[in-house]
């Protein structure tokens, strides 16, 4: 007889590390006595009761793996959830359906692997419908407040630091301008670290609008010192002082109905105009959330999933699991994703990077 069943999702875009989370959850539910459901699909797959129990073969060889085993989605959302009807999307509120699956399997709490949209309905499911739920904070972004790191973020910031080194080599060869977008939604992390750790000459945040003609000015600053080729990364939620972002494309029944894109070869196609010089993007685009996770990854993530079934064991519930001075805590689930966790402008990282001649195309 088991000590209590517990069940875990994987929400939102997936993430190198889900599935050493989901290995650490259902190894330690396991070795605890507690049973463990996987959820199939994120918030869809508990509003479909679409849920299996979880044995240790369903997780043998799965640590080092990218994605998810249990599969996700961004959209699903149990409060607001989206029909197409007639070519028009139709909103349903499934909470009543929610409850019910879950009671029906004995679960008495609910593990959500998610970003910002899935914790904000985790945390919605606490304070409305009372269901007992623990997060653990997922998303290459890197900016989810009460957390010193997301998961994933290590893993995205390697594959961007690759792509720099690999586009250094192109670029001088042909003296070019050579830009790379990255992700990040509307922080810049990702920019930041990957375009440090890569030698980048230019980084474009989205907490630092910029000025075409100081990214310019860099570049020829550079030729002048027989530079021939400059390096951009730039965040796909970077903007132009006083301008717009780039937006590839609206999504309805997303959690997130912006997608960003488009600001590199935005950037790249106005210096070429403006110097004549000759300039291309590279958008690494989903590179940076597929494939293994890094160590540092790989051992936040099992240390997340450990720490969430802790929680559940304590019946410490309606939290999320942290990351604080390398030790894991939790912390109330309703603050968890209230925000967005920005680079602050004035940041010991920003000083340095300025310090080292990088420009963050704010210069007057
Ligand atoms: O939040 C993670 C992220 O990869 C962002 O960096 C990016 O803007 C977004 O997800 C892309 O989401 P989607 O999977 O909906 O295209």
């Not at 989206?82 to 879950?102: I, M």
């Not at 692997?113 to 919605?124: K, P, R």
């Not at 293994?292 to 304590?314: K, M, Q």
Request: aromatic share 6%.
């Amino acid at each position: 007889m088991a000590k209590g069943t517990l069940a875990v999702l994987t929400g939102g875009g997936d993430c190198p590390g889900l599935n050493a989370v989901i290995r650490g959850v259902v190894k330690s539910a396991l070795k605890n006595g507690y049973d463990i459901y996987g959820i199939q699909n994120g918030f869809n797959g508990l509003i479909n009761d679409q849920m299996k129990l979880m044995t240790y073969e369903d997780i043998s060889g799965i640590l080092p793996r990218g994605g998810t085993v249990l599969g996700t989605t961004n959209r699903d959302n149990p409060f607001k959830f989206a029909v197409e009807e007639d070519g028009k999307f139709v909103y349903y509120d499934k909470r009543d359906t929610v409850v019910e699956n879950l009671k029906k399997h004995g679960i008495e709490a609910l593990i959500v692997i998610g970003g910002d949209g899935s914790l904000n309905i985790a945390a919605e499911l606490s304070l409305e419908c009372g269901v007992n739920v623990i997060g653990v904070p997922k998303t290459i972004d890197n900016d989810l407040p009460c957390t010193e790191r997301t998961f994933g973020f290590d893993t995205a910031m390697e594959v961007a630091t690759e792509a720099v080194d690999r586009l250094h080599t192109t670029a001088e060869s042909h003296h070019r301008v050579m830009a790379l977008e990255v992700m990040g939604r509307y922080a810049g992390w990702i920019a930041l670290h990957s375009g440090i750790a890569g030698g980048a000459d230019v980084i474009l945040l989205p907490e630092i609008p910029y000025n075409i003609d100081a990214v310019i000015a860099k570049i020829r600053e550079r030729i002048s010192h027989g530079k021939l080729f400059s390096i951009i990364v730039v965040a796909e939620g970077a903007k132009p002082i006083g301008g717009e972002l780039s937006v590839a494309r609206m999504v309805e029944g997303s959690f997130e109905p912006i997608r960003l894109g488009g600001v590199g070869a935005k950037i790249v196609d106005e210096i070429e105009a403006k110097t004549g010089i000759e300039s291309r993007c590279t958008v690494l685009g989903y590179l940076q959330r597929g494939g293994s996770p890094t160590p540092f990854d790989r051992v936040l993530s099992t240390r997340y999933g450990v720490a969430a079934v802790e929680a559940c064991i304590n019946k410490n519930y309606n939290v999320m699991v942290s990351l604080h001075h390398d030790e894991i805590l939790t912390v109330p689930i309703g603050k968890a994703a209230e925000k967005v966790r920005l680079v602050p402008s004035d940041s010991s990282i920003i000083r340095a990077a300025r310090q080292i001649g990088i420009s963050f195309g704010d210069e007057e």
